[in-house]
Nanobody, 122 residues
Framework: QVQLRESGGGLVQTGGSLRLSCEAS????????MGWFRQGPGKEREVVGF????????YYAASVKGRFTISRDNTKNSAYLQMNSLKAEDTSVYHC???????????????WGQGTQVTVSS
């Protein structure tokens, strides 16, 4: 069992930056792929990106590539989402998730945080 908790969301102006953190419980954090997803009002949950257990490989959705960076620190049981050059369309609830393999599908992730709201004002 893994419990995840996100933090770092908030209100930011267009072009600004935010860093989300995802803290995990449990001793096997490094064995999980960590994904970041977002869900805007009236929209389906979509992948932002993910990072392998050892941090060697990352994937980003086209809409955020070059602006967002995913990282992790296994010594702290934490994953991070650095968001730069934020746009109004990035406004969403952001979730971190843990799963056994790399995937862009929410269905392949077993554990989820409660989400943190990111609002980008224009």
């Amino acid at each position: 069992q893994v419990q995840l908790r996100e933090s770092g969301g908030g209100l930011v102006q267009t072009g600004g930056s935010l860093r989300l953190s995802c803290e995990a419980s449990g001793r096997t954090f490094s064995s999980y792929v960590m994904g970041w997803f977002r869900q805007g009002p009236g929209k389906e949950r979509e992948v932002v990106g993910f990072i392998t257990g050892n941090g060697a490989y990352t994937y980003y959705a086209a809409s955020v590539k070059g602006r967002f960076t995913i990282s992790r620190d296994n010594t702290k049981n934490s994953a991070y989402l650095q968001m730069n050059s934020l746009k109004a369309e990035d406004t969403s609830v952001y979730h971190c998730a843990a799963g056994p393999r790399i995937s862009g599908s929410p269905n392949d992730y077993d554990y989820w945080g409660q989400g943190t709201q990111v609002t980008v004002s224009s």
